[in-house]
């Protein structure tokens, strides 16, 4: 049994159902849109009735089903990186885009949930693009196995079940953070400044609030001139 998870027109589901005819394939999108052109791709491709497409917020509603191999291309833009996008990716939802300061929100949350949805000796692929840096410093002991490929795009990791199950706890306690921190607003949204004509209140700066590392820790990059003070220190 393989999940393609974000299956999103359903390339990956189709072709795994194209080239192992034997093998079972469940595609998971949130978007309906997405699911509606990934049911004319597999009709298209004569997969359609091998192809069983769920509606799902990742893993919302999939309890109870396990799979040998799971394999996902979700959104791992960064934020900064979709607002500086050309205007072409306007065509293209954000919601297939956007994944945060660091490319890693929905990534995190696949990596914790997944144990419960992979078989014993389940497999995990999972492709974060140039959040790959973001990954490997938040994890640094988890064992990813990234995969080269002679042509085309790079951030692709494979890892088992035992070793998802194994790290499980640091895992966790960072898609739990991430979620916490989404439901007081993310990001400061404020700074104290002192410039040379005296003290003011800079309300909405998130150009010069920086992630380092763990999503709890910023580093503040004030104006030439201006010197950037905590909130206590005022």
Not at 10 to 34: F, K, L, N, R
Not at 35 to 58: H, M, Q, T
Not at 59 to 73: C, H, K, P, S, W
Request: with cysteine; hydrophobic share 40%; net charge negative.
């Amino acid at each position: 049994r393989v999940l393609d998870l974000c299956t999103g027109s359903g390339c990956i589901a189709i072709a795994t159902a194209h080239y192992e005819p034997h093998w079972q394939v469940d595609a998971v999108d949130m978007s309906q849109d997405a699911l509606d052109l990934a049911a004319d791709n597999a009709e298209r491709f004569g997969v359609g009735e091998r192809v069983r497409l769920i509606r799902s917020d990742l893993f919302a509603e999939l309890a109870g089903e396990r799979y040998d191999l799971i394999v996902t291309n979700p959104p791992y833009v960064t934020h900064a990186e979709v607002d500086d996008l050309p205007p072409e990716y306007d065509f293209e939802p954000e919601l297939g885009l956007r994944a945060g300061d660091d490319g890693l929100d929905l990534a995190l949350r696949i990596l914790r949930d997944a144990p419960e949805h992979l078989a014993d000796d389940g497999l995990l692929i999972c492709e974060v693009g140039e959040s790959e840096r973001a990954l490997v410093e938040l994890l640094p002991e988890i064992p990813f196995e990234w995969i080269e490929f002679k042509v085309g795009q790079m951030g692709v990791f494979a890892i088992d079940r035992d070793d998802l199950v194994r790290h499980h706890d640091a895992i966790a306690k960072l898609a739990n953070d991430l979620l916490h921190d989404r439901g007081k607003g993310g990001r400061p949204r404020a700074i104290g400044v002192i410039v040379p004509a005296g003290p003011r209140l800079l309300a909405e700066t998130p150009h010069v609030a920086q992630p380092v590392g763990h999503r709890r820790e910023w580093r503040f990059a004030p104006r030439p001139g201006c010197l950037a003070l905590k909130g206590g220190d005022i």
